[in-house]
């Protein structure tokens, strides 16, 4: 029971990542809270946990509206006395490259990716200080390295990296008691990639699969729960000297 006594919240945790990390928080004993902009399938993964003998329950959350995080992480503090553990997870994935990406299509994957991830920390922060956490923001190498058909993916993620140290670094100095990691998946079989991959034009699909697979040293993509467990590590007391630092879960692919 790794997570014994502890608030979770994870957001975008209706599918993929954030679902497996949802389920993994809960069977290490937190009781999470599941949100998601499809309040359905948030609803579906806090009951499929519920049913199991976790602890977890769902919101419908919209993460670039700035008053509803106010209200959400005052809400879980009133309801269980705490908030330990953020997952900035929530995010989209668009197919353009530098020419063909919108500015509506830009700003979106900003505001999704980026400013979410900033106003959840600010929010964590502000009911963290005293009694501690851990925050952890799911980047993706495509916030280390490039990829041409991600343009807008690219900038966001690249943010969140940053931004993490930048967190990490006041929190130190301020003496909370706060770490602040980002995570940083690799090509991971969920809904988002497989939509990415599918949206390319179809005599291009299987060629870019093949390239990606070939890609990777370890010769697979990985799966939601692969990156689940490194969430798991930083929101565990295990990980208490570790802040601002970059977990990368991607089979060996940023090592070319």
């Keep these: 029971m790794r997570l014994a006594n502890k608030v979770a919240l994870v957001t975008g945790a209706g599918s993929g990542i954030g679902a497996a990390t949802a389920k993994r928080f809960a069977g290490e004993g937190a009781l999470v809270v599941v949100t998601d902009i499809n309040g359905e399938s948030a609803q579906a993964v806090a009951a499929g946990i519920n049913s199991s003998g976790g602890r977890a329950e769902a919101r419908t959350q919209d ?26 997870n929530a995010g989209i994935a668009i197919t353009a490259n530098v020419e063909n990406t919108t500015l509506e299509d830009w700003r979106r994957t900003q505001a999704i990716n980026g400013e979410s991830v900033f106003m959840g920390t600010r929010a964590a922060v502000a009911v963290m200080k005293v009694r501690g956490g851990s925050i952890i923001n ?23 990296r940053i931004f993490t140290k930048s967190a990490a670094l006041h929190c130190a100095a301020q003496g909370y008691p706060i770490r602040v990691n980002s995570v940083h998946p690799g090509f991971i079989l969920t809904p988002m990639v497989e939509a990415g991959i599918a949206a390319l034009p179809a005599d291009e699909v299987q060629a870019q699969y093949q390239r990606l697979i070939g890609e990777i040293p370890l010769g697979v993509m990985g799966e939601p729960i692969d990156i689940a467990n490194g969430c798991l590590f930083l929101a565990s007391d295990e990980s208490r000297y570790m802040t601002g630092a970059e977990l990368v879960i991607d089979g060996g692919y940023t090592c070319h």
Excluded: C, F, Q, R
């Excluded at 309801?79 to 953020?86: E, N, P, W, Y």
């Excluded at 041409?148 to 900038?155: E, I």
């Design 138 to 160: 799911i980047s993706s190498i495509e916030g280390i390295v490039g990829e041409p058909n991600a343009t807008a993916y690219n900038y966001s993620k690249g943010g969140v």
């Design 63 to 88: 993460v670039t509206d700035e008053a509803l995080w106010s209200t959400l992480v005052a809400d879980i503090v009133a309801a269980h006395g705490s908030l330990d553990v953020l997952v900035n």
